[in-house]
């Protein structure tokens, strides 16, 4: 069975440039959850979806959105990007309430 | 508020046992994970235990949890070089959304 599939798998963006991240979860899982890891750090919560409704937000600026469509894949869009966006981002799907399986990551580098 | 906390560095012998420590701040966290990341990939989720046990073994892995203390350690016997790289800690709350918490990880050097 696929794991959790993150696209793309690397990213440059230059400051004030936008970007869209993609994720599959396994197959089964309704809940998507997407955290930001920033180098020697562990990561960090953004949002987390789940049949499509977002039931949590961590503390990121609005300039951060995320959505989850009908057959339970997610896109995080962050605008206005700024050089302190570099980092791993990570998707983690999980079935409601058990724990999260977590796929490798788009890593974004802004210049 | 919740937070969850890590030595940043453990160096062992191969062959011999590792422990690595975790604390936490969230006492209505209902599970408590373990992961593991290698260079370069995503975490693997390695073992986790719900707040109402106390010990969980799987295969070389063992979890304690000491709830009074807020205290998790994962514990792996006969430490091989492949289990070289960064441990995470991880709460997930129960109340206000279901977002997990991490430590910042526990480096593992494996010394052959």
């Known amino acids: 069975d696929a794991g959790v599939t993150q696209s793309p798998t690397h990213l440059i963006k230059t400051r004030g440039q936008h970007v869209t991240l993609r994720c599959s979860p396994i197959?089964?899982?309704?809940?998507v959850s997407w955290y930001q890891q920033v180098l020697g750090q562990g990561p960090q919560f953004i949002f987390q979806y789940y049949e499509k409704e977002e039931r949590g937000r961590g503390n990121f600026p609005d300039r951060f959105s995320a959505r989850q469509f009908p057959n339970y894949s997610s896109e995080l869009n962050v605008n206005a990007l700024l050089l302190g966006d570099s980092a791993l981002y990570l998707c983690a799907s999980s079935l409601d309430n058990q724990p999260q399986h977590f796929g490798d990551g788009t890593r974004l580098s802004i210049l | 508020g919740e937070d969850v906390e890590q030595s940043l560095f453990l160096s062992v012998r191969e062959g011999d046992s590792s422990v690595i420590n975790c604390t936490y701040t969230d006492s209505s966290s209902t599970y408590l994970y373990w992961y593991k990341q290698e260079p370069g990939a995503g975490l693997q989720l390695l073992t986790y235990i719900f707040s109402n046990m106390d010990m969980k073994q799987d295969q070389r892995l063992t979890v304690l949890l000491n709830k009074k203390d807020k205290h998790l350690s994962l514990r792996i016997a006969d430490t091989q070089t492949g289990d070289s790289a960064i441990y995470f800690c991880a709460e997930r709350e129960q109340t206000g959304g279901f977002k997990t918490i991490f430590g910042a990880g526990t480096r593992l050097f494996v010394k052959a």
């Open positions: 197959s089964g899982h309704k809940s």
